[in-house]
């Protein structure tokens, strides 16, 4: 639970102002091994995962209030306060707030042994969908300067609240839109004797986003530039095919022989997470 501005110097708020934030995980996962023949072996593995980190108001939707002008006593301290103000309805920040994500992954593998080696090939994708909710003051926010102010429902001393342009929206402030990723990789683990063990592979990482941003007025003469200097001239630009080729090698090897107690490992390559 988050106490919003219930303990401040001066400042207190009633229960409706607060709020929770919860993190709420749902995953599922399945998962196929098979043996073809004393070579070949290949797994398939799909996942689901839902994540909601959206915050729970106390209260009913409703503006934002301060009401000024009020005296009382610290509990804590048993100082007196003279100008002190009150906090109720729904907090700024949370009138419109939410994020949630639904991810499906799925990947093929096959492994062949031939030899002294196992060959290891497959892909993945990895499909997200994000809903992403931020916009402050959409129910108002509405300050008054005295009590009697706010029980008499005269003026306010001063407001915000946040609606969208002609022709737009509230649901036009809601980003909305999916990542997809496609991994590719191939690996040879070789093991030349009996206490060696060599790794090479190469992995290809693909990421593709449908949806772009709209480009905002204006954008094109700002003046904003690249640490390089060159001009940045459009703003819905995303990471769709950026792809990354990422080759790695590394080793094992047993210092004490079959038994693996102490073991030497090491290797390079390029990752991304």
Do not use: C
Not at 45 to 58: H, I, K
Not at 145 to 169: D, E, H, R, V, Y
């Amino acid at each position: 639970m988050t106490f919003a501005n219930y303990t401040g110097a001066t400042t207190t708020s009633l229960s409706n102002y607060w709020y929770t934030q919860p993190r709420i995980t749902d995953s599922y996962n399945a998962q196929l091994n098979s043996q073809w023949n004393s070579n070949l072996r290949t797994e398939a593995t799909y996942s689901y995962t839902e994540f909601d980190g959206s915050p729970r108001n106390q209260g009913s939707p409703f503006p934002q209030v301060q009401v000024q002008g009020l005296s009382g006593r610290r509990l804590d301290t048993g100082a007196s306060i003279t100008n002190g103000a009150l906090f109720l309805g729904t907090e700024s920040s949370r009138q419109l707030n939410a994020i949630t994500t639904k991810e499906s992954q799925l990947k093929l593998s096959a492994e062949y042994s031939l030899g002294d080696h196992t060959l290891t090939a497959g892909g993945e994708l990895v499909k997200t969908k994000y809903v992403n909710a931020f916009v402050q003051f959409t129910d108002g926010y509405y300050i008054f300067s005295n009590l009697a102010a706010w029980q008499a429902g005269t003026p306010i001393s001063s407001f915000q609240l946040a609606k969208p342009f002609a022709g737009s929206t509230i649901e036009d402030a809601v980003a909305r839109w999916e990542y997809d990723a496609y991994g590719y990789f191939v690996q040879d683990t070789w093991k030349p004797n009996t206490r060696l063990t060599v790794l090479g592979g190469i992995r290809l990482d693909w990421p593709d986003v449908d949806q772009h941003p709209p480009v905002s007025a204006g954008f094109a003469t700002a003046g904003f530039r690249r640490d390089n200097g060159d001009a940045i001239t459009r703003n819905d630009t995303t990471n769709s095919g950026n792809y990354t080729v990422a080759p790695r090698i590394g080793f094992i090897y047993n210092l004490a022989g079959a038994d693996r107690k102490t073991q030497l490992r090491g290797g390079v390559g390029l990752f991304q997470g």
